[in-house]
């Protein structure tokens, strides 16, 4: 005799192929009856639409989208309820996946002398999902950047090639994509050898915010003669950790997963014989985090029960409590949440 509990739904960021049947999955455990949807918050009348069904003995949603496939492109929510109450999925966005295609343009040659810092874009396609994007040329010199451009610290005469070629990776069909291949011309006319400078990101300062247990890239690539990259955090050698990666040449600091013992100031210099540079990046990690979770509840009738939500994070959350997906008024905030 409880209120049932959603045992199966579809991923947060959902993306379908509206060639197929596009389906969303909402199944519940405890005898729920029925099953409805919310659609950008309002009631989704799946009787009522032609193109859409939900499957008998769950609520998983079937849209058949023949004609004009973009109108289900929103943000669902799937509701199960019995006679004790209702259980809310996760708000899950739908997205169409549409076949990624780049411009078939003709890119004028580039043209550069000897010595200089070089960046071929690469601006692939935005997906949804978002594309893994490579180059074929990667060395100390050479390297691609977070944002997927390439980046040359000082060109060669050899850098003379007729077919650079950014690749993007769809992951959602594996499907691969090449933009058209550019030219790049290394004038014989050497440039003065330089000190460092920054290619990116660009000033002596910047800051990232990220999300608690999202991928944290930091990024340091510089222009000139063979410069050399060291990484300090608050003023201390960076100490790599399993938990990290050092990649393209110590450019790039991988962390997977971000955590609160990632805050501080990392500052990346760049060195050569001609001089240094240094570039501080601030590292801010946002998320909430429990301090002690709400469990189930069980009661007799007129047995009292206490649920208890503590959180903390930085910024510092606030707190909302619902009942069957309903917020629960600040006036009731005492009955429901002391005595509950």
């Not at 690469?122 to 978002?130: F, M, S, V, W």
């Not at 950790?241 to 990392?266: H, L, W």
Request: proline share 9%; with cysteine.
């Amino acid at each position: 005799r409880q209120p049932p509990t959603i045992i199966k739904q579809s991923m947060k960021e959902h993306i379908v192929d509206p060639k197929d049947t596009m389906v969303i999955e909402c199944e519940a455990k405890g005898n729920p009856h029925p099953f409805s949807w919310r659609r950008n918050g309002k009631y989704f009348n799946v009787a009522r639409d032609s193109q859409a069904s939900m499957r008998r003995r769950s609520g998983t949603l079937d849209i058949y989208a023949r004609n004009n496939p973009e109108q289900y492109e929103a943000e669902y929510q799937c509701i199960a309820s019995n006679e004790y109450g209702s259980a809310y999925s996760n708000k899950i966005r739908l997205q169409l996946y549409g076949a990624p295609v780049w411009p078939r343009e003709i890119l004028e040659p580039v043209v550069v002398s000897a010595g200089l810092p070089l960046v071929l874009s690469c601006d692939p396609p935005p997906g949804p999902p978002k594309p893994e994007t490579y180059w074929m040329s990667s060395d100390r010199r050479v390297s691609m950047g977070v944002n997927g451009d390439l980046y040359f610290s000082n060109v060669l005469i050899n850098d003379s090639v007729a077919d650079y070629c950014c690749n993007a990776r769809f992951p959602y069909k594996n499907v691969i994509q090449q933009k058209m291949p550019v030219v790049v011309k290394v004038l014989s006319r050497t440039v003065a050898e330089a000190a460092p400078t920054w290619l990116s990101p660009t000033g002596s300062s910047s800051s990232i915010l990220v999300l608690l247990g999202e991928e944290l890239l930091l990024e340091c690539i510089a222009a000139g003669p063979s410069p050399h990259i060291t990484w300090t955090k608050d003023g201390d050698e960076l100490a790599v950790t399993s938990r990290m990666k050092v990649k393209n040449f110590n450019k790039m600091i991988q962390i997977p997963k971000a955590s609160f013992d990632d805050v501080g100031e990392y500052t990346c210099a760049a060195t050569n014989r001609l001089g240094y540079i240094e570039h501080t990046i601030t590292v801010r990690v946002k998320a909430p985090f429990w301090l002690e979770k709400p469990i189930d509840l069980i009661l007799a009738p007129e047995e009292n029960g206490r649920l208890v939500c503590r959180s903390d994070g930085a910024p510092r959350p606030t707190i909302s409590w619902f009942i069957n997906g309903e917020p629960i008024e600040s006036k009731f905030w005492g009955d429901y949440v002391s005595e509950l």
